[in-house]
């Protein structure tokens, strides 16, 4: 059995400032320290809520070898209160639109908290994290060259697909905002898919350690 070795990072910039991605609208949640959007699903019925946001630029090692990919880091975490039946998240599905860019990108990327990859299913009375990764286009460094970028996602609930966009804007701090912590942002989860186009063997591995933050996964010859 090949290994495959994952390594996550906060992508660093120097001297230069620190930035983290504030949503444009309905920013009144949080998610592990980090400024949230949250929406009731499905609209109008209260049966749950999903919470959308950004942990900012990402190195992204596939090997110990290869050169960092520079990756946009999304977590949307999922509740499912009182669904009738699970619903259920397609992280092929989920997008990026970066601003001033033709088209959505696809992620590379996905890790969750459910082992149903890539399509995740959150039960009810359930909570389910996803963490997506979106490799920059060429053009883009890293946070100084990514101002704006939208999020569009997808949830299937029992009786209808629920989609929005949502809107996020780069922020400086200088200094840091007290109300929140900003660091690692890393998929902790032992769960993951990869895009079978973007790196060419597709793997859903069923268990990794949580600390520390290198993972290790198993796929056959």
């Known amino acids: 059995m090949r290994r495959l070795l994952i390594i996550l990072a906060l992508a660093a910039t120097g001297c230069g400032p620190s930035y983290y991605y504030q949503p444009a609208e309905q920013a009144d949640a949080s998610v592990s320290g980090h400024p949230a959007a949250r929406y009731v699903v499905p609209p109008g ?8 946001s950004s942990f900012g630029v990402t190195d992204v090692r ?15 975490v999922v509740a499912n209160e ?10 092929r599905a989920l997008r990026v639109q970066f601003a001033g860019f033709e088209g959505a990108a696809a992620p590379a990327f996905a890790n969750a ?15 389910t994290t996803i963490d997506v990764y979106y490799p920059l286009p060429e053009s883009l460094r890293g946070a100084k060259d990514l101002p704006q970028f939208d999020v569009i996602w ?14 996020f804007e780069r922020r ?11 660091g690692w942002g890393a998929g902790a989860y032992p769960y993951w898919w990869y895009d079978p186009f973007f790196y060419p063997r597709t793997v859903v591995v069923p268990a990794a350690p949580a600390r520390p933050r290198v993972y290790y996964y198993g796929y056959p010859r």
């Open 62 to 76: 596939l090997s110990e070898d290869d050169e960092p990919i520079r990756s946009l880091h999304v977590r949307l």
């Open 82 to 91: 009182d669904g009738e039946e699970a619903w259920a998240v397609d992280t």
């Open 45 to 52: 019925s209260a049966k749950g809520d999903v919470r959308v």
């Open 154 to 167: 997808s949830v299937r609930t029992e009786d209808r697909v629920v989609t929005q966009r949502t809107p």
């Open 113 to 127: 908290t459910d082992s149903n990859m890539p399509v995740v299913v959150v039960p009810r009375g359930g909570s």
């Open 172 to 182: 400086a701090i200088q200094p840091p905002p007290s109300t929140f912590a900003y």
